[in-house]
């Protein structure tokens, strides 16, 4: 999990990154990759955007708010 820069929280679950907003609106984003257990640590960045890294595809992912 990680805290986006207006409260927000990021989560990861069952193959997509979901956003709560401080208000508890839930929105998700689909990961291209199914494996979720692959999926190494996830920060913001000062750009905003949630950042993390997918052991099974080899990526560095970043999803924008």
Do not use: C, H, K
Request: aromatic letters at 8%; charged letters at 15%.
């Amino acid at each position: 999990m990680a805290e986006g820069p207006d409260g927000a929280v990021w989560f990861i679950e069952q193959a997509q990154v979901g956003r709560i907003t401080t208000s508890g609106t839930i929105v998700s984003y689909p990961l291209a990759s199914a494996a979720t257990d692959s999926i190494n640590g996830m920060v913001t960045g000062p750009d905003g955007a949630v950042w993390f890294t997918e052991r099974v595809g080899n990526a560095i992912v970043r999803v924008a708010p």
